[in-house]
């Protein structure tokens, strides 16, 4: 027999693997470095990442990563005995990404993703593997960078029914609007000057389209909502109609332009929509200038709850997928939904019609008489009531284009697509006109 | 042998003692029931109140209390054998409730609280009888009503090195002074109307003076630094001083006047503040009006995290109550400041005197010869660089008093404390001058 006590049993490391070294895997290496005395008190447990995987391996990264196999098989990587959990951050809606996904979850391991399009296609089923295999499935970092909103609406606001939820959730579409806004120029030049700098891919589609945006706020909607994530469900029209001037008469009305995802679930029924909306100064969002990202989620008993912080970058995502790898290493990371998948309810899909509220409807139009009336009357006939309508002007100083712009006073939204029915292929209208809901205050 | 599968053994139900049947408690009485498919869902298991108690029994208070137990003997409340959790909602940072707080941990039940006093000034000892009777101890509500603020910086930014938490701590000094901006009103009538209106307690000092918002900010400050809380430490001082003319001048220089805490970490050495200060109209912080709480933490990888919602309330406390009972219900509850009670820093305290920044400051003065010569020369002869200087005029109609404001060159703190030290006792000052400090943008 020793006199001396026996040492306590050591906790075990949690064993990592990480699948792909662009920015965000870089990133979370690099915070793993930086922050290891921190993130292994928090855990509770040693931390070590045992393998990565990248398209190439002798590639200079600034990174040690002496202490980590090399695997070039993403599958091998996902299945290797000495690993708990799988960061993903391959990228890709389908193909590597899911396929390392399904594979990790399948071996009964961890996986934690940035990856909001495979989450917002595939979440459900990846969900229902995670379960039925008894392993943590985590995406923090999927919404809103590093922002923990999923963390905030899924057990922060866990007591409440949630009524809506409203975001800026694309940085690249609120750093084009707000700068729209604080030049006065208009999209292309902004949007340029932004792929320019790099703040806007070569092909921006992705997030000036409002996919997503639409992505994540399908990923918001089932968690908030304890919904099955439904993606198609989510109806989207993004930022390129948006002109200097429209932003211009918002301001004097009162509000600014951001593109908002908005969802809400009335008698279990959901509505999706990322739109550019009329935001009034008085709301939260209308002050979330640049990248940054901001979520506000209503619930009954907590009111408004506002989100807000970096949506994207190296660091803020690292914070979030560290924050996911912290929960796993103490056994507290719960369904990834916020229940069960079997009690997630297939939500039926809204008919926006029936939606009550204000719009701004702005037309271009040819500078002739009569215009107006013709408008107007489309308006009255199809049971539009008109706020304010202020005439703009010349759009150009060539042409005959003139805009008009009117706010609507609340209505069901089936009026205002019936008036625009109305005025289909009319002559006076030069270009299809611009509907942009006013946010409630 | 019987053909069909035995039922599944039914998850067992977390009991529930409720002390103090005020605002907070009817408050989650109210949500347990409103929300309860809700609650249980994401709980996992059924919520029971088995007992409750309150200082009259009888009191009719618009909820059905007939399946709960009346307990009048709160000890005996806290240590029921058929009880799992219990809510403290009694207040006090001593007396009944601490004793309350003590017995249910020292029997191993959970605490949950909305306390701030109480655990800012006994939180280090709860969690140590908490973790050494393997009970959790909870208390979101205690900071910021419903904002899930204690989590997002506990577990979403748990991965970050926190450089620095600034708040909007306290609903009442903002409306205050959010109000006072709007009307141009000042502080007297103001809080007048504020207690009229029942925003403000009839002794209003602990919201006013800062001193509530220093129990959030200590708390705070433990959780995001991982220190032993250390509420002696915080300096405080309220919003008793500010003038609509600091205010309105204020608004001139590009600033709104807030009731801020500031807690900031650098070298091992804390400094936590409540203050009065200047907020850039860019910062997150300047559109915080009316009773709104809002949190902005800064963490190394995560960048700026702001948090924001209603600061007070039976439903958004209910809401942060009720989410530390699904936190329990499932088993995640985690250390409530973060890390367990042995491994929390006892930190130093900075000094402030060398804190560099830039200050308002606002003297009141005779209206004579030489007075700001004397104080531009204890500016000079302290090493303090004046940006910009304002004489406002008389500061009433019938008296001889005119305010003269500055604003500060980025300097040592401890430069202007010299200044003013060395202006003490003039007979140029008709009264103490204001500091405000400008916060960074």
Same mark, same amino acid.
């Given at each position: 027999m020793s006199d001396t006590a026996p040492a306590p049993p050591a906790t075990p490391p949690? =064993?990592?693997?990480?699948?792909?070294?662009?920015? #965000?895997?870089?990133? %979370?290496?690099?915070l793993i470095e930086t922050n290891r005395a921190? @993130?292994?008190?928090?855990?509770? =447990?040693?931390?070590? #990442? #045992?393998?990565?995987?990248? =398209?190439?391996?002798?590639?200079?990264? $600034?990174?040690?990563?002496?202490? /980590?196999? &090399? %695997? /070039?098989?993403?599958?091998?990587?996902?299945?290797?005995?000495? #690993?708990? @959990?799988?960061?993903?951050?391959?990228?890709?809606?389908?193909? !590597?990404?899911?396929?390392?996904?399904? +594979?990790?979850? $399948?071996?009964?391991?961890?996986?934690?993703t940035a990856n909001k399009a495979m989450i917002a296609h595939h979440g459900l089923r990846l969900a229902q593997l995670a379960e039925a295999h008894g392993a943590p499935l985590a995406f923090e970092a999927a919404v809103a960078g590093g922002i923990?909103? %999923?963390?905030?609406?899924?057990?922060? +606001?866990?007591?409440?029914?949630?009524?809506?939820?409203?975001?800026?959730?694309n940085g690249t579409s609120n750093y084009i609007l707000s700068t729209m806004e604080a030049t006065g120029a208009d999209f292309a030049e902004v949007l340029a000057e932004a792929q320019a700098k790099g703040y806007a891919e070569a092909d921006p589609s992705f997030d000036i389209d409002g996919i997503d945006a639409a992505h994540k706020l399908a990923i918001l909607a089932a968690i908030g909502f304890g919904a099955r994530i439904d993606f198609a469900a989510v109806s989207t029209s993004g930022i390129r109609e948006v002109r200097a001037a429209d932003i211009a008469q918002a301001r004097v009305l009162g509000f600014v332009i951001r593109l908002v995802g908005v969802a809400d679930c009335r008698e279990g029924k959901l509505l999706q929509r990322v739109r550019p909306c009329l935001v009034p100064t008085s709301h939260p969002?209308?002050?979330?200038?640049?990248?940054?990202?901001?979520? @506000?989620?209503?619930?009954? &008993?907590?009111?408004?709850?506002?989100?807000?912080?970096?949506?994207?970058? !190296?660091?803020?995502?690292? /914070?979030?997928? %560290?924050?996911?790898?912290?929960?796993?290493?103490?056994?507290?990371?719960?369904?990834?939904? /916020?229940?069960p998948a079997g009690a997630l309810a297939p939500m039926a899909r809204a008919d926006p019609g029936h939606r009550v509220g204000r719009d701004y409807i702005r037309f271009t139009v040819a500078d002739r008489t009569g215009v107006l009336a013709e408008i107007t009357a489309a308006m009255r006939d199809a049971g539009v009531s008109i706020e304010s309508l202020i005439q703009h002007g010349r759009a150009s100083e060539d042409g005959g284009e003139v805009l008009v712009a009117m706010v609507t006073h609340e209505g069901p939204e089936r009026c205002v697509t019936r008036a625009l029915e109305l005025l289909e292929g009319s002559a006076s209208l030069t270009a299809a006109p611009l509907v942009l809901p006013i946010l409630r205050d």
């Open positions: 949690l =064993r990592i693997a990480l699948a792909g070294l662009g920015t #965000v895997g870089v990133g %979370v290496l690099r921190i @993130v292994e008190a928090r855990a509770g =447990r040693p931390i070590e #990442v #045992v393998a990565v995987s990248a =398209r190439e391996a002798g590639r200079q990264r $600034g990174i040690d990563l002496a202490a /980590s196999d &090399f %695997v /070039s098989d993403l599958t091998a990587l996902a299945r290797r005995g000495d #690993v708990d @959990v799988v960061i993903e951050a391959v990228g890709g809606a389908e193909g !590597a990404a899911l396929a390392l996904a399904e +594979a990790a979850l $399948g071996a009964g391991k961890g996986l934690i923990p909103v %999923v963390k905030g609406l899924r057990e922060g +606001a866990a007591a409440n029914a949630i009524e809506r939820i409203t975001g800026i959730l969002l209308a002050h979330v200038t640049g990248a940054t990202n901001a979520v @506000v989620a209503e619930g009954n &008993f907590s009111g408004r709850l506002l989100f807000q912080g970096a949506g994207a970058g !190296a660091g803020p995502t690292a /914070s979030a997928i %560290v924050a996911d790898l912290i929960d796993i290493a103490r056994g507290t990371a719960g369904a990834p939904f /916020s229940l």
